[in-house]
């Protein structure tokens, strides 16, 4: 069956440069025949920029809408308002006005949503290959999927997402019964509850969470991200680059439930996905805590801890689970009790092991904290004398 041509929907603020530079690589991309529809969505900033470069844009495979909203609606609003479009278009395609787009976004996006378009628990299609575990501030590496070029993520995407009319409508209806507060629902990391209420993504994220769905990532990014300053970025940033795919491809998709690369919203692997691999932890029931993100105690932890476990392997392989997967024996990983793994992961000195684990040097923090004790001992012994 051919996939449908789901519409691109292009959000735009006060960046007109950016906007710009994002229309520009979506006319250099390729595309099926037949009518791709491009809407380009502004919310009011006050200024005109924005307005005249989406008039002045030529788009060449299909047919260009420009809503220009009359009053401010704010992230939050703006987007809700454009993912409501499906509505009208059915599969719509997001991208937001600091992104970049593959060659070939648009091939990868219409096989992905046709090929997951029946299955209740995926509610989106990322676009964007996560590379970083914000929760831990630490890089974040998916394991080896066999012939798929995806994974699935408990984290709704925001910078190149997709929706079907049915993975939207879920996602509203859920909105009705819930409202935007989310703090009685469990398991959400810190940092997501921390942010603004101008956030849609974090009540949709709250929503998947709730539901147990997920969103299917692809390996190679379709788009990378700028980090223009605006409503919520005060300078420009580097961080969240990562590189796009440069050639077409016939990308290969797995089944939710035949995957090995499941993930929660902490970026921790399923339990489930260990134990496919590794077979001597089929019998216990665990959570899976390396990065140390997570802080109930109930149960047992997969963690990161030097002490004596239940079974104990080295923390060595990248990504992390490897060791485990692979029943690879030692220390920095164990399946223990949280009472003690908890203690060990919250610790500087943990800390300190998994910059060098990742970085080999360790964070910004420890280092100050090693220079003041130095000053704070040099000042004391100053005083001494």
Same mark, same amino acid.
């Given at each position: 069956? #051919?996939?449908? !041509? $789901?519409?691109?929907? @292009?959000?735009?603020?006060?960046?007109?440069?950016?906007?710009?530079? *994002?229309?520009? %690589?979506l006319?250099n991309?390729?595309?099926p025949a037949g009518?791709v529809?491009?809407?380009i969505?502004?919310?009011n900033?006050?200024?005109?920029?924005?307005?005249?470069?989406a008039?002045a844009?030529?788009w060449?495979h299909?047919?260009k809408?420009i809503?220009a909203?009359?009053?401010?609606?704010g992230l939050r609003?703006?987007v809700?308002?454009c993912g409501?479009?499906t509505e009208e278009?059915g599969?719509?395609?997001?991208?937001e006005?600091?992104l970049?787009?593959?060659?070939?976004?648009?091939?990868y996006?219409?096989a992905?949503?046709?090929?997951y378009?029946?299955?209740?628990?995926?509610?989106?299609?990322?676009l964007?290959?996560q590379?970083?575990?914000? #929760?831990?501030? !630490? $890089?974040?590496m998916p @394991?080896?999927?066999?012939?798929?070029?995806v994974?699935?993520m408990? *984290?709704?995407? %925001?910078?190149?997402q997709?929706?079907?009319?049915?993975?939207?409508?879920?996602?509203?209806q859920?909105?009705?019964?819930h409202?935007?507060?989310?703090?009685n629902i469990a398991?959400?990391?810190a940092?997501?509850?921390?942010?603004?209420d101008?956030?849609?993504?974090?009540?949709?994220?709250?929503y998947i969470i709730?539901?147990?769905?997920f969103?299917?990532?692809?390996?190679?990014?379709l788009?990378?991200?700028?980090?223009d300053?605006g409503?919520?970025?005060?300078?420009?940033s580097?961080?969240?680059?990562?590189p796009?795919?440069?050639?077409?491809?016939?990308?290969?998709?797995?089944p939710?439930?035949?995957?090995?690369?499941?993930?929660?919203?902490?970026?921790?692997?399923?339990?489930?996905?260990?134990?496919?691999?590794?077979p001597?932890?089929?019998?216990?029931?665990?959570t899976?805590?390396?990065?140390?993100?997570?802080?109930?105690?109930?149960?047992?932890?997969?963690?990161?801890?030097?002490?004596?476990?239940?079974?104990?392997?080295?923390?060595?392989m990248?990504p992390m689970?490897?060791s485990?997967?692979?029943?690879?024996?030692?220390?920095g990983?164990s399946l223990?009790e949280?009472?003690s793994?908890t203690s060990?992961?919250?610790?500087?000195?943990a800390?300190?092991?998994m910059y060098?684990f990742?970085?080999?040097?360790?964070?910004?923090?420890?280092?100050l904290?090693?220079l003041?004790?130095?000053?704070?001992?040099?000042v004391?012994r100053?005083?001494?004398?």
């Amino acid at each position: 069956m #051919t996939p449908s !041509l $789901p519409t691109i929907i @292009v959000i735009g603020y006060n960046r007109p440069a950016s906007l710009s530079r *994002l229309l520009g %690589s979506l006319r250099n991309a390729h595309f099926p025949a037949g009518n791709v529809r491009l809407i380009i969505s502004l919310d009011n900033s006050g200024m005109l920029e924005p307005l005249e470069v989406a008039k002045a844009f030529e788009w060449p495979h299909g047919d260009k809408r420009i809503i220009a909203h009359e009053t401010r609606l704010g992230l939050r609003n703006h987007v809700l308002s454009c993912g409501d479009l499906t509505e009208e278009y059915g599969d719509v395609l997001v991208l937001e006005d600091d992104l970049f787009v593959s060659p070939f976004f648009y091939e990868y996006t219409s096989a992905a949503l046709d090929f997951y378009a029946e299955d209740p628990a995926i509610a989106g299609i990322s676009l964007y290959s996560q590379q970083f575990n914000q #929760t831990a501030n !630490l $890089p974040f590496m998916p @394991v080896d999927n066999g012939d798929a070029d995806v994974y699935f993520m408990q *984290l709704a995407a %925001s910078w190149g997402q997709a929706w079907s009319r049915r993975q939207w409508l879920g996602f509203r209806q859920w909105m009705q019964e819930h409202g935007t507060d989310i703090t009685n629902i469990a398991n959400i990391p810190a940092d997501i509850l921390s942010w603004p209420d101008s956030s849609w993504l974090k009540l949709y994220n709250a929503y998947i969470i709730s539901r147990n769905k997920f969103f299917v990532y692809p390996y190679r990014s379709l788009t990378t991200n700028f980090g223009d300053p605006g409503q919520h970025f005060n300078i420009a940033s580097s961080r969240f680059q990562v590189p796009v795919q440069q050639r077409s491809m016939t990308h290969q998709f797995v089944p939710l439930g035949a995957s090995l690369a499941i993930y929660d919203a902490f970026c921790e692997i399923s339990p489930e996905s260990i134990k496919m691999q590794n077979p001597l932890l089929a019998k216990y029931d665990f959570t899976v805590n390396l990065y140390g993100c997570k802080h109930h105690n109930d149960g047992l932890q997969l963690a990161r801890s030097n002490r004596q476990g239940l079974h104990n392997f080295s923390l060595s392989m990248k990504p992390m689970e490897l060791s485990v997967m692979h029943n690879v024996e030692g220390e920095g990983i164990s399946l223990i009790e949280p009472s003690s793994a908890t203690s060990y992961a919250s610790s500087a000195e943990a800390e300190y092991g998994m910059y060098r684990f990742f970085y080999k040097f360790p964070s910004p923090r420890i280092i100050l904290s090693g220079l003041l004790e130095r000053v704070q001992l040099i000042v004391s012994r100053s005083g001494s004398r």
